[in-house]
Every structure is written in C-alpha cells, then in structure tokens.
C-alpha cells in the first residue's frame, strides 16, 4: 500500500467532527458578514441548514465563549472569546514591537501610519498610529479592515507574488466606495502589475473621496507579502506630489520592521 501523507487529499472521510468544526467557522464567519445579531433561523438559513442543528451548534459556542446570546432579543452575537483571540494574535506575533517605527514613519511622513495583514478578501489593521496634525474634519481612526482592492494596503498584500487571474476574479464582486474604485479583476490586474514595477502600490481617493495611502509589502521568509506597512493622508496636489518620497520611507520602515518582527532570519 503506498504511503500517504496526513495532510494529502486522496478521497478519505474526514476525521470525526471535522465537519462539526468546518460549520462552526462557518457560523463565526456568517456572525461576521451579517449587519448585526441574528437568530438561529437566519443562521440556519443563510448556511442552508437544519435550524435544530444549527441550534445545537450555537448553544455549544455559546458554552465556550465564542457566541453571546441577548436575553432580550434571543439573537446572538460574537462572544468575549473572539476579542480574546484577537489579544492573542498581536501578543504571538508581537505586532506591538512595531510601534516605535510606526511612530517614526509618522512623523517622516505626516500621515497615519498603518500595519495590516491580509484576511480572506479584507486588509486587516493590526496595529496604527495616527496623524497627531489631521484636520478635524477628516476622520483619522483607522478601520478594523479595508477591502483589498479599495486600499494601498489590500493591494500591497496581493501584488508580491503576482498573484493568478483566478484568485483576483474570486475578488470579485467588487465594491465601489468612490468613483475611482477599481471596479474589475482587469483593473485591479493592470494596477498591481504597475504596483510590481515601481515597488508600492497607492490607492488614490479610491476607499474616501479625500483619501490617499501608499504602502509596501513586508514579506516572509518564502519572500510572499506577510504584511502590508502603508501610509493614510489626506489628498492634496501637495501629499500626491509626495507619493514617491513616501514610499521610499516605507521601503526604509519596512526592512528595520522585518528585522524588529523577526521575519529576516534574525530571531
């Protein structure tokens, strides 16, 4: 009998409860995507199960912290279990080292400074320093996650290795926030090819009508981009005049920031 590895697909049955656990991700991710809290029947629903089933699912994540049920409402929610989760992400990764460069290229640039990782079709802010000097009208908090194709930072994320037409049309359908927005798999292909030759990528009004961000990649060991480390201002004739000086500050910041998290060999 030849020998198979553990982790190959060769038509096996699943391990027992695999597919328990597969559906309570799916239950998580669905909490995600929907507005607000839901009930059993609109998860049930929205999966395309058994609501009794998906009842015994939520009752259990409910036992485990993962879920929160409002007495009131009887819809559920996300539980503390998930923030919890969220600690331990920055606290393994050790993304609160990164601070005092993000706080330098802050500085060196007069922009909100951005750390991101890549989640599924979102860039993921995992650590951000804003700008001290923003105008009041222009909000500088940074977003828990910005779309890839919409932001530097996505795009950052997507263009080292150059990824497949497949997986940039799996993108889709793409949302459009302004009219700039890149609203095809072609469009967003020629940018990021743009973005390759020239080293970073920008997003220029594309997510906030007077929003401009540069980034770049921080890549692993493999040299695939890990992190994206952009730059978010305000758009003026004088920040786009900028963009090149920009990202030279972000190439800087994001070779000490490879050597700080321990992605170039050094820990």
Not at 2 to 27: L, S
Not at 151 to 167: C, H, I, Q, T, V
Request: proline letters at 6%.
């Amino acid at each position: 009998m030849p020998h198979q590895h553990p982790g190959a697909d060769h038509g096996a049955r699943p391990p027992a409860g695999a597919q328990t656990v597969e559906r309570a991700f799916e239950v998580l991710h669905c909490l995600r995507e929907l507005p607000g809290p839901a009930t059993v029947a609109e998860i049930a629903r929205r999966m395309d199960l058994n609501v009794s089933a998906v009842h015994r699912m939520v009752r259990a994540m409910e036992h485990t912290g993962f879920l929160e049920q409002d007495p009131a409402t009887r819809r559920y929610r996300l539980g503390t279990a998930i923030a919890g989760l969220n600690r331990t992400l920055h606290d393994q990764r050790r993304f609160d080292l990164a601070r005092p460069e993000l706080h330098r290229l802050s500085e060196a640039t007069s922009g909100a400074a951005v750390l991101a990782l890549r989640d599924g079709r979102d860039a993921l802010v995992v650590a951000d320093l804003p700008a001290a000097w923003a105008p009041e009208h222009w909000d500088t908090r940074v977003t828990n996650s910005v779309p890839l194709h919409a932001s530097a930072f996505g795009k950052a994320l997507l263009a080292w290795p150059r990824p497949s037409d497949e997986e940039l049309e799996r993108l889709g359908p793409f949302e459009r926030f302004t009219e700039r927005t890149i609203g095809t798999a072609a469009q967003l292909r020629a940018d990021l090819d743009a973005a390759a030759e020239r080293g970073y990528t920008v997003a220029d009004r594309e997510l906030r009508p007077l929003q401009l961000s540069v980034a770049v990649p921080i890549p692993d060991r493999a040299g695939r981009s890990y992190l994206a480390l952009g730059v978010g201002t305000t758009w003026t004739r004088g920040a786009a005049s900028r963009i090149r000086r920009i990202a030279s500050e972000l190439q800087d910041s994001a070779q000490r920031l490879r050597t700080t998290l321990g992605l170039d060999g050094g820990y």
